[in-house]
């Protein structure tokens, strides 16, 4: 294992599936000529019939990916950044991941959606600070938010040699971020959670960027007694049921850390789930901290009023201990 | 089935599509099939030329109105119905029905129920073609109101910058339901695609020789690394945009207007063209009707006779790799 930022380790991921298999190629607006990191270097090692800068038509190269995808190639869609896939929304909800069901099984379309760019905190405003992989999941797409540089790896993988759709939501909060990860092409295991902290009084079920949050609220609780257990869904669709059931029976509480919409989101999918599944077990309610249902506003005191972080965690965490 | 030069068979293609378009319609009138149906009736000409121009290896999208170039591409009657009739032996196994159907191993990647998509998704087969080094081109049909649809246009960009072998086809039959092309579309349909940097050609739709001839020198030209092309057909629908159980839509075209369509009628043409040269094959134009005549019939009896799928199927095949519990179902007990 050496050290590796998150947006190295994807990179990492995108050579080693690329020196693989001669039919993963990676398409993208600008990714040429080295100047993004998570790209850079790979048109030098596999050339322009493999590293492919788009022109700014995120509908046609999404639809161009997908035809490419069922011709048995296994396209990587780089989408700048994370709300750039509304254009292209046509191509991944009612292709991608419809025509594999309606096509009767004749088909598959392994493609991978890599989504840059997401999340707020960066004064990049309302069309450029969204987290919406709610909209994949919902729409059946696969959806996997690593929060780890390994995982960044691991998850990469994995997402390039599904047989299907597959989206890869980075936050950019996350690319400098450092960690241990391995050198070899292990591909980590969708529908499987970790646990990044054990603890028995209350589960933190975080999401993304909210792993690292979680973790720091998980520090100062720790100081009143409070033992906080971070679990880590790491795949948000499909998604590790089982291993979050395992965390609730022993703590009974659980917080969920999820930063996107609150209404219909992703943090009140899993509430419901544990409501149905684990109602026995829980010892208190089941709280959510997500953003508020607004607009990311712009400057700064409004945009971190209406985002999740660790403080709104630890209070939540408290209010379930006491 | 694909690749021919010869007009008899041209005139079998032909006469197939139309007897299957009158009985799909006749089976949507007795609520045999359920869901809507776009007949393709009257533009016959277009598929059957352009597919005629095509190797069964070669690659096509289609539209909502996609039986025609299903069956011009080589998609057999019996498990179009089937599917039509939502059975498990239908080329989607029910799943997708007659917007949807598709045969991966006759090229054809599928109908489509949402105008423009699948011109990307053929410039992606094709680019697939190219950097293999296969000689295979794609050809996605489309229609007229397509050519308002930002994908389309993105499309016509990807496939010149790139240099694919791609022949855009465009369906001109002069609507999109009721809206007439005079009053939707600025510009000229033909000029729009060379504005892109496309070859553009406007041919007449209701001549399938014309069809052929034009589709077959730019085929031929992708094939040998020319790249793309843009072909418009001007081409009419004797019927109403589409129908479905429980009625007809309302056509605002005057009986004038069709009455002009249907005197240009493709299959009467080529068969006259027939008549006064090559000639038929023994037995004449009517062994050819009475041979699609049986084709058809049995065809529906195939679908009639086939089961529909089981309940406890309604889930398969979203996913390749599927996980414990996943898909979810819909309630939990
Ligand atoms: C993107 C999109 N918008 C609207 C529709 C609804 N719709 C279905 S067919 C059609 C008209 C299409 O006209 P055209 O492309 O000329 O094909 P034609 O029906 O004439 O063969 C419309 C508006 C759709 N299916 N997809
Ligand atoms: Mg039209």
């Known amino acids: 294992m050496r050290e590796l930022t998150y947006v190295q380790a994807l990179n990492e991921a995108l050579r080693q599936a690329m020196t693989e298999d001669d039919s993963v190629f990676m398409i993208g607006e600008n990714i040429r000529g080295g100047v993004r990191a998570e790209t850079a270097g790979l048109d030098d090692a596999f050339g322009p019939e493999r590293v492919l800068d788009m022109p700014i038509s995120e509908a046609a190269f999404t639809g161009f990916a997908n035809g490419a995808a069922l011709a048995g190639m296994r396209p990587v869609v780089e989408f700048q950044v994370a709300s750039l896939m509304f254009p292209a929304f046509d191509q991944i909800v009612n292709q991608a991941a419809k025509l594999p069901l309606m096509l009767g099984g004749q088909a598959h379309i392994p493609v991978t959606f890599l989504l840059m760019g997401a999340g707020a905190g960066g004064g990049r405003a309302g069309q450029h600070s969204d987290n919406p992989y709610t909209f994949l999941i919902h729409a059946g797409i696969k959806t996997v938010v690593p929060s780890t540089p390994a995982d960044a790896k691991g998850l990469m993988l994995a997402a390039i040699f599904e047989d299907d759709p597959v989206a890869l939501v980075v936050n950019s909060n996350l690319l400098g971020r450092t960690g241990d990860v391995p050198a070899g092409g292990e591909r980590a295991r969708l529908a499987k959670g970790a646990v990044r902290r054990a603890g028995k009084d209350v589960t933190v079920c975080a999401v993304g960027h909210l792993v690292p949050a979680a973790l720091e609220a998980a520090g100062r609780l720790a100081e009143d007694g409070i033992e906080v257990e971070v679990w880590d869904p790491r795949s948000l669709l499909p998604f590790d049921k089982e291993g979050l059931a395992a965390s609730v029976a022993k703590t009974g509480r659980l917080v969920i850390a999820d930063d996107s919409a609150r209404t219909c989101g992703f943090a009140a999918e899993v509430a419901g789930l544990v409501a149905e599944r684990c109602f026995d077990s829980l010892r208190g309610p089941i709280k959510r901290v997500t953003r508020a249902d607004v607009t990311v506003p712009y400057s700064t005191p409004i945009e971190q009023a209406m985002l999740p972080a660790a403080d709104e965690l630890e209070a939540a965490v408290r209010t379930l201990a006491a | ?333």
């Open chain 2, 1 to 333: 089935m694909s690749e021919s030069r010869d007009p008899v068979e041209w005139y079998r293609r032909m006469r197939r599509l139309r007897r299957f378009e009158m009985r799909a319609a006749e089976l949507v009138g007795d609520g045999e099939i359920n869901g809507p149906v776009h007949e393709y009736i009257g533009e016959e000409a277009v598929a059957v030329g352009v597919c005629a121009a095509l190797r069964a290896d070669d690659v096509i999208t289609s539209t909502h109105r996609g039986h025609g170039h299903i069956l011009a591409k080589g998609g057999a009657p019996d498990r179009m119905f089937a599917e039509l009739l939502g059975r498990e032996s239908g080329y989607n196994r029910g799943r997708g029905g007659s917007m949807h159907i598709a045969d991966f191993d006759l090229g054809i990647y599928g109908a489509n129920g949402i105008v423009g998509a699948g011109a990307p998704m053929a410039c992606g087969a094709a680019f697939t073609f190219k950097v293999r080094g296969e000689d295979r081109v794609a050809v996605p049909f489309f229609g007229d109101g397509a050519m308002n649809q930002g994908v389309l246009l993105e499309s016509f960009n990807l496939a010149v910058i790139l240099h694919l072998p791609v022949i855009f086809a465009c369906e001109n039959n002069g609507y999109a339901i009721t809206s007439s092309i005079r009053e939707m579309l600025g510009g000229d349909l033909a000029r729009r695609a060379e504005g892109f940097g496309l070859p553009a050609q406007s041919v007449d739709g209701m001549d399938v020789c014309a069809v052929h001839a034009a589709s077959a020198a730019a085929v031929e030209r992708a094939r040998a690394g020319g790249g793309p092309a843009f072909l418009e057909f001007r081409t009419a629908r004797y019927s109403v945009h589409n129908i479905a159980t429980g009625g007809r839509m309302r056509d605002n075209r005057s009986e004038e207007t069709l009455a002009q369509a249907r005197e240009r009628d493709p299959i009467e043409r080529l068969a006259g063209e027939i008549t006064r040269g090559a000639g038929w094959e023994p037995g004449g134009r009517d062994a050819v009707d009475d041979e699609i005549e049986r084709e058809i019939e049995g065809a529906v009896g195939f679908a009639r006779n086939s089961p529909r799928p089981r309940a406890e199927t309604a889930l398969d095949y979203m996913y390749a790799d599927t996980y414990p519990d996943f898909p979810a179902p819909g309630w939990e007990h």
